[in-house]
């Protein structure tokens, strides 16, 4: 069995973060996705999708991202349920996100783009590891053509033919 989705929309409004009540971080928000087609009245048609993320996550989504900004997640489908105040049973639809990619900066929508995922922001190692993992990810997405046009030097014995 697999429930893995990935996204990428704008959104709608800034993170709101809660914590529980036995203080762990929660953060929702919601992802305006154009569909690929447009309505009959020839607009585009959009779809919102709510997507909460948990923990240090959390934190870096309500830190970092604002109304707007372009983002991408990844992470599974979860429908729960509860009862409102009128005795009704209500189900909801939501995307439960372990890794967020913000792809426009805060102030340059094309300047960087940056990522933080569960296993990243709080996992295994420490905090120098984490922030050196980042600088070399942040290393490795410059652009690839930032030289284009200029001869590149490959000596023959570097050619695998």
């Given at each position: 069995?697999?429930?893995?989705?990935?996204?990428?929309?704008?959104?709608?409004?800034?993170?709101?973060l809660r914590?529980?009540?036995a203080?762990v971080a929660?953060?929702?928000?919601?992802?305006a996705?154009?569909?690929?087609f447009k309505?009959?009245?020839?607009e585009?048609?959009?779809d919102?999708?709510?997507?909460?993320v948990w923990r240090?996550?959390?934190?870096?989504?309500a830190?970092?991202l604002?109304?707007?900004?372009?983002t991408?997640?990844?992470g599974?489908?979860?429908?729960?349920?509860?009862?409102?105040?009128?005795g009704?049973?209500?189900y909801?639809t939501?995307?439960?996100?372990?890794?967020?990619?913000?792809?426009?900066?805060?102030?340059?929508?094309?300047s960087?783009?940056g990522?933080y995922?569960e296993?990243t922001?709080?996992?295994?190692?420490?905090s120098n590891?984490?922030?050196?993992?980042?600088?070399?990810?942040?290393r490795?997405?410059?652009?690839?053509?930032?030289?284009?046009?200029?001869?590149?030097?490959i000596?023959?014995?570097?050619?695998?033919f």
């Amino acid at each position: 069995m697999l429930n893995r989705v990935i996204l990428i929309g704008r959104l709608t409004k800034d993170p709101e973060l809660r914590y529980t009540p036995a203080g762990v971080a929660v953060a929702q928000f919601t992802l305006a996705i154009d569909r690929p087609f447009k309505g009959q009245d020839g607009e585009r048609e959009v779809d919102f999708i709510p997507v909460v993320v948990w923990r240090q996550l959390a934190e870096t989504c309500a830190n970092y991202l604002r109304k707007g900004r372009l983002t991408a997640i990844e992470g599974r489908i979860q429908v729960r349920n509860y009862e409102n105040n009128e005795g009704k049973r209500v189900y909801v639809t939501e995307v439960v996100a372990d890794n967020v990619r913000f792809l426009e900066s805060s102030r340059d929508s094309s300047s960087h783009s940056g990522g933080y995922s569960e296993e990243t922001s709080h996992g295994g190692g420490n905090s120098n590891n984490n922030r050196s993992s980042r600088n070399s990810s942040s290393r490795n997405n410059r652009d690839p053509f930032h030289d284009d046009g200029k001869p590149i030097d490959i000596s023959d014995d570097d050619l695998p033919f």
